[in-house]
């Protein structure tokens, strides 16, 4: 008879065997997304090659003159972008865009040239002390810069004006592609940068009248944005502080990729003076990046940490946006979370509320 000590039950399972290491793939790993592979696609951003590569090949010495960039030096970074599949090399130090580097080009929708460039600048400066955030919770910019990213924008035209081109050419239109504004007159688009998104709006419906309301500085180019498309007639341009004030009557109020930028609390304040000038026809419309609770892949994931080590922010889970909106006197009336895979262009949830107090 087997004593308690050694009986089937209390033997403890042999624990499962590490799986071997796998060292081809993390190098790979490693190779792809280190930092010297985005900040080659930073050089090529900032100094446009997709631009100067839009109407044909050129050599690595042309683009170097115009860029004022070495020869030699931009030679070997072109060689190491086209490795990345962004340029194609032709003979005699000849380079060419792909589909892939035409994405880099000022005009190409996404806003991917001006991303980079953001990010490959005081964002890169900030990550490179991310073990602060990681030991104290707090953006790494504060620390290394003295100030939040938003205080130092508003003191630095050039990065400004780069954030503020990202924001303006990577509006997400394609969440509201097929959504109804047909009961709609006016839109408010708080946060939204230079308008590229109520452009594409006000194009679309030419029913709908716009109002932009950003900072000064965020609003800086707006209205040449907007004339250049056609609809400054139907939009007004306000510059102001949404944790100060709304404009009043509205029909639909937008926020598309303000709240991830702030705490909690920040993003309270916000909801509460969109919910004060909202009446009770008005609705609000909410994209942001939604983090699903499951494992794998997911954009979310890794602009979560962007937002923490940058902004002091946070994506939120679909369960974390309507907790937000409830605690500042929302009620959700549908929500829209699409699929999303490494090769999507999109991971943004669009949340439709209406103020509690009104009704649903």
């Known amino acids: 008879m087997n004593s308690p000590t050694t009986s089937a039950a209390a033997v403890a399972p042999e624990a499962a065997p590490s799986p071997p290491p796998d060292t081809a793939a993390l190098n790979e790993l490693v190779v792809t997304t280190a930092p010297w592979a985005f900040q080659s696609l930073y050089v090529a951003a900032k100094l446009g090659l997709a631009d100067a590569l839009a109407h044909g090949p050129r050599t690595s010495e042309d683009l170097a003159q115009e860029s004022n960039a070495h020869p030699g030096a931009l030679y070997r970074f072109c060689r190491a972008l086209e490795a990345l599949g962004v340029l194609q090399e032709l003979p005699g130090r000849t380079f060419a865009t792909t589909p892939v580097g035409a994405a880099l080009r000022s005009d190409a929708p996404g806003g991917l040239r001006y991303f980079i460039i953001v990010n490959g600048e005081e964002s890169f400066s900030a990550w490179a ?125 937008i926020l598309s990729r303000v709240i991830h930028d702030w705490d909690d609390d920040d993003a309270l304040r916000i909801l509460n003076t969109v919910r004060v000038a909202m009446g009770p026809r008005s609705r609000l419309l909410l994209i942001d990046k939604a983090i699903p609770q499951v494992a794998g892949f997911h954009p979310g994931k890794f602009s979560d940490l962007q937002m923490l080590v940058v902004l002091g922010g946070r994506e939120r889970t679909l369960a974390e946006l309507t907790a937000l909106l409830e605690a500042a006197g929302f009620s959700a009336t549908d929500v829209q979370m699409p699929e999303v895979g490494p090769g999507s262009p999109s991971a943004e949830a669009l949340i439709q509320a209406r103020v509690a107090d009104y009704g649903a």
């Open 129 to 253: 002390q991310v073990m602060h955030t990681v030991r104290t919770g707090e953006a790494a910019f504060d620390h290394v810069y003295g100030m939040s990213h938003f205080a130092f924008l508003a003191k630095e035209a050039a990065p400004s004006a780069a954030f503020n081109a990202m924001a303006g050419t990577g509006a997400p239109a394609h969440v509201l592609a097929h959504h109804d504004f047909s009961g709609d007159r006016t839109v408010v688009d708080v946060g939204g940068g230079m308008g590229g998104l109520l452009a594409h709006l006000l194009e679309r419906h030419q029913h709908l009248r716009g109002i932009l309301l950003d900072t000064p500085a965020g609003v800086a180019q707006a209205r040449d944005l907007l004339a250049a498309r056609n609809v400054l007639d139907r939009a007004e341009v306000l510059g102001g502080s949404f944790f100060e004030s709304v404009p009043q009557g509205g029909d639909c109020y």
